[in-house]
């Protein structure tokens, strides 16, 4: 079995979880900005951050043969202070010439307030005018059809995005559907209490296809699964998808979407 991470909070797990992947056929991590686990008080504090995403976890996963990419903003959770957002916002630009750097991610949504909104446009703007990819984080299930349908209209809004340039994140039943209707990829995240289990995953698939969609651990500091993808993948056999369905699904789907930005090549012998 071979497989993409396409989005996995490597900062947050141990060296012992790279190995589990790396064994696994794992060959890419991509790994989105992401909240701590607190509030961060300064611009300064996501800077470091940053550098740890495109300076030290590059090197770290390396250890394990996996190459290591990463997206960059600062996440819904933080952005209800927009004036420390335009701060974060600032500093992002010249980061975006880093090599391992796919795009701005992941931005989105939390509370769906106006906040959140209006620093959600900063970041569509920043993408737009340095043509980067965009991941976005869709809301908790209480909050997530809204949210997705808000976050939806601030890209369709924006004529400089192309939808098929960005990734809607955190899909379920009832939104995988209106992110596929607008043109946009969807991600399914597969954890074990929230979000997707494999088999709610391999039943959208079942209903919706594999054509514009991917499945991602979202491994954190929380209760997730570092080798959620392969398990899912597992779940697929035994649905009786073919093995060239699987590495679809889980290999060259995310190589798909992630070439559409030049700084995506696997190193392959």
């Given at each position: 079995m071979r497989y993409i991470?396409?989005?996995?909070?490597?900062?947050?797990?141990?060296?012992?979880?790279?190995?589990?992947?790396?064994?696994?056929?794992?060959?890419?991590?991509?790994?989105?900005?992401?909240?701590?686990?607190?509030?961060?008080s300064s611009a300064d504090g996501f800077y470091d951050y940053f550098c740890q995403l495109t300076e030290h976890e590059p090197k770290r996963a390396a250890k394990f043969g996996l190459q290591h990419y990463t997206w960059l903003c600062i996440n819904p959770k933080e952005s209800e202070d927009v004036a420390l957002a335009d701060h974060v916002l600032a500093v992002i630009p010249p980061l975006l010439e880093r090599p391992n750097v796919l795009g701005i991610g992941e931005i989105g949504l939390n509370k769906n307030s106006r906040n959140e909104i209006t620093v959600l446009e900063k970041h569509v703007d920043i993408a737009a005018r340095h043509d980067q990819l965009i991941l976005v984080h869709t809301p908790h299930l209480e909050d997530k059809f809204k949210g997705t349908r808000l976050i939806i209209d601030v890209l369709k809004n924006d004529q400089r995005i192309?939808?098929?340039?960005?990734i809607i994140d955190h899909v379920e039943e009832h939104t995988v559907k209106m992110v596929k209707d607008a043109g946009f990829w969807a991600g399914m995240t597969l954890y074990p209490e929230s979000k997707c289990t494999p088999a709610r995953a391999i039943d959208i698939l079942d209903i919706y296809g594999m054509d514009q969609i991917w499945m991602n651990s979202a491994c954190d500091w929380g209760i997730s699964v570092p080798l959620a993808v392969p398990r899912a993948a597992l779940e697929m056999r035994k649905r009786g998808y073919a093995e060239d369905q699987i590495d679809q699904m889980i290999y060259r789907n995310p190589i798909k979407f992630m070439s559409q930005s030049p700084k995506f090549k696997l190193n392959l012998q």
């Open positions: 991470e396409p989005h996995g909070h490597m900062v947050s797990r141990t060296t012992d979880d790279y190995l589990a992947m790396a064994t696994a056929g794992c060959e890419a991590v991509c790994e989105p900005a992401f909240w701590a686990g607190f509030d961060r192309k939808p098929e340039r960005c």
